[in-house]
């Protein structure tokens, strides 16, 4: 449950928590599975945090749309290769990934630094939430597709769902305001996560950790609608040094373990 409202308040779904937890109760099972149950897990926190920034009317869909259907094959790939994937190679991959992030989240420059703004790509967004709160940016859609691709593998192959990638991504370089990044990364999320799952069980990876995942799955449903109504009472800055604060702490001891 506590995973569950930390990962929806900043928009990373839990499972850069989830994994940690996994490698550390299970130090004997291959990574295909670990990273298995961690999307199951996801795909449940995201799809029930969805619904929560839903209500609020946070998401971008227009673009939430685009970027989901590119993660996708990306992350169907990656749920294949990780099988090839040695343990100790994992936890080292994983750990460095989580370090950078946080240190790209604490240290990065004022306000926006958008990429490749004045294309025909680019598309303007003006979103006005529950709260009457209205938001108004522009960014290239096109590149954010393109990198979405590579969120979807990385995601996929390390099991972390991809939120921690995607909200710094969308926040720092595409212009997006802190609580519309968290509530897209979401939606984006849970359709990444969905497809990483359906290809772990078509891949038969779950094995004895059925009722891990089941249980898991329930207590981030919970959570997830906690951190969707906290979201509402944190402000952008608070949200993003809690997603660098966390990054930080887990990749210094997956580093530690690798």
């Known amino acids: 449950m506590l995973i569950g409202a930390y990962g929806t308040l900043i928009g990373a779904g839990g499972g850069f928590v ?19 149950v961690s999307l199951a897990v996801v795909f449940a926190n995201a799809a029930s945090g969805s619904l929560g920034y839903y209500r609020l009317r946070r998401a971008d869909y227009r673009s939430g749309i685009v970027l989901a259907a590119a993660t996708v094959p990306g992350a169907i790939v990656g ?21 950078l992030i946080s ?7 004022r306000g926006n ?16 939430d529950s709260d009457a709160n209205r938001y ?7 590149l954010a597709a393109l990198l979405s691709t590579a969120v979807g593998f990385l995601s996929s192959l390390l099991g972390i769902g991809g939120g921690i990638i995607h909200v710094p991504l969308l926040a720092t370089f595409f212009s ?8 897209t990364s979401h939606f984006v999320l ?28 329930v207590g981030v449903v919970a959570g997830a609608q906690v951190g969707a109504a906290l979201s509402r009472r944190i402000g952008a800055s608070m949200i993003i040094r809690l997603l660098a604060i966390a990054l930080a702490g887990v990749g210094m001891r997956l580093l530690l373990l690798g």
């Open 103 to 109: 240190l790209l989240l604490l240290f990065k420059p």
């Open 176 to 183: 997006f305001p802190a609580h519309i990044a968290t509530a």
């Open 136 to 142: 108004e940016y522009r960014f290239n859609l096109a």
């Open 190 to 217: 849970m359709v990444m996560a969905g497809a990483a799952t359906l290809t772990h069980v078509l891949h038969h990876d779950y094995g004895g950790l059925g009722g891990v995942t089941l249980a898991l799955a």
């Open 18 to 36: 989830v994994v940690p937890i996994l490698l550390f109760a299970y130090p004997n099972q291959p990574p295909a599975q670990l990273t298995a």
């Open 113 to 128: 630094v958008p990429l490749l703004l004045q294309t025909r790509f680019s598309v303007a967004r003006t979103l006005t």
């Open 79 to 99: 749920a294949l290769v990780i099988g090839a994937v040695p343990r100790r190679t994992f936890d080292l991959i994983l750990g460095v990934l989580l370090i």
